[in-house]
């Protein structure tokens, strides 16, 4: 028990000592502040002062010890927190008053001093101030307005400060939506903040539009708890400029126009009162009005009429010019909406989970088939791991026929079969042609953007999903996929909860996880009970017990690489190698990796032939012709005439010869031993290298447990899994975001 105890009394000392520093800076601070006042205040508010601070010092510092001590982990979470922003503030008032600023900051005549001081600056430093105001600086909105109204007039004035203001306003709503959520759910639990969410839904947003429209709470405050709240972007934007241009403009135009000293004045001011708190009950009760106005304004939405005897769909695009209607013949493979014949049907609700390749042309095929769909991203931009695919070239398929393709694809070759006949790379090269992407067949049939830019195959998907419809959130994490009564009916993100009729899982794998790919897609799997296969890495580097030494970065074309187990040959291939610091990579290593990246290291023996276009005997004359005609040479300098100086190190070295020899004091056994070595220099593998130079993931998703000809889940209605996710990979050469585009486009049209 000792042993166990000492790690957590090692942690309890660090923290105790930790929290020490910002009390200590924070009492420093406050003890500066109030020595400002020193000349002015009375011995005994001096004392009070520095009474009061210290025991609120004491006690917050006390309180968190203690609940530490005692594993209450919201309460000292809650103080460290606590610490942060009281020594925020009181840096910031301390600035203040040693600045002098705070005198400025009471009274509207001071400051209009202070900023015609600025001259040419004046309006964007009062801008600014007004957005430090609601953000970071203790001002009294009122004061700056009239600040503001005084130098530039009402309008002018009341302009400006709603620009600084909404500014201000905006920004504190994102702190609180993004780092505010961070925060709590850090100090009282994930779970716990998601339960609290979830019982004040919607009664939070009454409160909240409540206090933002009769303006007497702190911007900063109220903004800040909207960013926590169930109000959305929208929402919050259409309260806070409703609420900031009838504060700002009544307070601006309030000393001249409605005075407070008048009957009629005082009758005004209780009847914008009244209108208020008329425009807080309809927005309120109208709110989910303004969000569908917001939706046909700014995004595009798409209804299907269905017309089944026909085999026709009418589609009308309703965007900001209005309506656009036609009617297209549908493909034989598409599906007719269900919920109805003649009338407009009832959109079937999609929700794509990831933002990659695969659930880009998902989210694509979905929306075309007329649904409506939802793609949540948890990066801060789309297909990510596209941009670094091809030496950022993106090698985006590969121009070969369907059953090629199936050829080149190492794990669920036969699941496959269907999808590339019904979607082969000719359709994918079509889909990127048709939607302005122009292409180039490189060696290999490997297909490319014309020009070299990965990021030209993401803008295209992305172009290509927002012009049939689809809906894109960045920045939302999933958190789970609900389902009740074997089916999926909502998908959970860390900012809200969307009740959907199906979910499409396109998360990718492991493989470069700083792109995101951290195997979100196995966990809602296996939450949904779906057999995960074990993610092993593919199409990556191996690690040798032998150094490379100078052969370091010598790429070494036209060799062959043999894989043995057991004495059986396991791989064989010839192409392209790089000597690496750890080992070996480049085409053909990673090609080796995809077939043994199951087999345990020590089971394998690799050996590398640098010369396979020579057989033995070619070779050995080729040997004796060079010592001949070059015996007084050293051995390493006649040998560069067969391999790269680096590589010639490396074979004399695992031949045991020395290459300071001269060639014509190399003995025949000698020169035997350097002709197998060339013909089968032996390596031993350690591991493959890790999943952050991993090309793709092989293992996921078991596919017993999928539907080959939709994708979707055999466990859970409603659910489809494509791309990496699944226990699915291919060699390189653009085969794998061939695999995600097919499969991303099967299970987008069949969900």
Request: hydrophobic residues 45%; charged residues 20%.
């Amino acid at each position: 028990m000792p042993e166990q105890e000492k790690p957590f009394k090692r942690n309890g000392a660090l923290h105790y000592f930790g929290m020490l520093i910002p009390a200590i800076a924070f009492q420093a601070l406050y003890m500066l502040f109030v020595a400002h006042f020193f000349g002015t205040w009375s011995e005994t508010l001096r004392i009070l002062a520095v009474v009061g601070g210290t025991l609120l010092n004491t006690a917050l510092l006390t309180i968190d010890y203690v609940c530490y001590a005692l594993q209450r982990q919201a309460i000292y979470k809650f103080c460290m927190i606590a610490y942060i922003i009281l020594i925020f503030f009181a840096a910031v008032l301390f600035a203040l008053v040693e600045t002098g600023f705070d005198e400025v900051m009471r009274d509207e005549k001071k400051l209009e001093a202070y900023l015609e001081r600025a001259g040419k600056w004046m309006i964007p430093l009062f801008i600014l101030l007004q957005f430090l105001q609601v953000v970071v600086l203790p001002i009294p909105s009122t004061v700056t307005v009239l600040a503001g109204a005084a130098l530039f007039g009402p309008l002018f004035g009341s302009l400006y400060s709603l620009i600084g203001i909404a500014a201000g306003s905006v920004t504190a709503f994102a702190i609180g939506r993004f780092a505010g959520y961070r925060g709590v759910a850090w100090m009282v639990g994930k779970d716990a903040l998601d339960k609290w969410q979830k019982k004040v839904k919607g009664k939070d947003k009454l409160f909240l539009t409540a206090m933002f429209l009769l303006p007497v709470f702190p911007d900063d405050i109220l903004c800040f708890v909207a960013g926590l709240s169930s109000m959305s972007f929208p929402y919050f934007f259409a309260v806070i400029f409703i609420s900031r241009v009838l504060s700002i403009f009544t307070t601006s135009y309030s000393v001249t126009l409605i005075p407070f000293d008048t009957w009629w004045g005082l009758l005004i001011w209780g009847i914008l009162f009244a209108l208020v708190v008329v425009l807080f009950v309809v927005l309120y009760k109208k709110s989910d009005v303004i969000l569908a106005w917001f939706d046909r304004t700014f995004r595009r939405e798409t209804r299907v009429e269905s017309k089944v005897e026909r085999d026709e769909f009418l589609l009308e695009m309703v965007d900001a010019d209005g309506p656009r209607t036609g009617t297209i013949r549908s493909p034989k493979s598409a599906r007719a909406p269900r919920g109805g014949h003649n009338g407009i049907t009832h959109m079937k609700k999609v929700i794509v989970i990831g933002g990659g390749a695969s659930g880009l042309m998902a989210a694509y095929a979905a929306a075309q088939g007329g649904k409506d769909v939802l793609l949540l991203e948890k990066n801060e931009k789309l297909g990510k791991k596209i941009y670094i695919t091809g030496k950022g070239r993106c090698n985006l398929t590969n121009d070969c026929p369907p059953d090629a393709l199936l050829e080149h694809i190492v794990r669920g070759g036969k699941f496959f079969t269907r999808t590339a006949y019904l979607f082969p790379p000719a359709r994918t090269m079509e889909f990127f042609s048709a939607h302005g992407l122009a292409l180039k067949t490189e060696r290999g049939n490997r297909v490319f953007p014309q020009s070299d830019h990965a990021s030209d195959v993401t803008a295209t998907l992305e172009r290509a999903c927002r012009g049939v419809g689809v809906k894109i959130a960045l920045n939302e994490a999933v958190c789970r996929i609900v389902t009740e009564n074997g089916g999926v009916t909502a998908v959970e993100t860390d900012r809200a909860r969307y009740d959907c009729d199906a979910a499409i899982v396109a998360c990718g794998g492991l493989s470069y996880p700083s792109t995101g790919s951290t195997g979100d897609g196995y966990r809602f799997a296996k939450a949904c009970g779906h057999d995960i296969v074990t993610p092993v890495p593919s199409l990556v580097g191996v690690e040798l017990v032998q150094k490379m030494g100078a052969a370091q970065g010598v790429s070494q074309k036209n060799c062959r690489l043999t894989a043995v187990r057991g004495g059986k040959e396991i791989y064989g291939a010839m192409g392209e190698l790089l000597f690496t610091h750890y080992g070996i990579g480049g085409p053909l290593v990673l090609t080796l990796s995809a077939q043994i990246n199951r087999i345990p290291p020590e089971e394998i023996a690799l050996y590398l032939d640098l010369k396979p276009a020579l057989d033995e005997k070619t070779l050995d004359d080729r040997l004796l012709r060079d010592f001949a005609e070059r015996k007084n040479e050293q051995l390493k300098n006649v040998m560069r005439g067969l391999l790269p100086a680096g590589v010639t190190a490396l074979v004399l070295c695992a031949a045991r010869i020395s290459g300071d020899r001269q060639a014509n004091g190399v003995t025949r056994e000698e020169r035997k031993r350097l002709l197998r070595t060339l013909k089968k220099l032996p390596l031993t593998p350690v591991r493959l290298r890790g999943f952050e130079e991993a090309v793709v993931t092989s293992g996921g998703v078991s596919l017993k447990e999928i539907d080959p000809k939709t994708m979707k889940s055999k466990l859970v209605a409603g659910l489809s899994f494509c791309g990496e996710v699944l226990d699915l990979d291919a060699y390189t050469g653009g085969y794998n975001l061939q695999i995600a585009f097919s499969s991303g486009y099967i299970a987008g049209e069949n969900a």
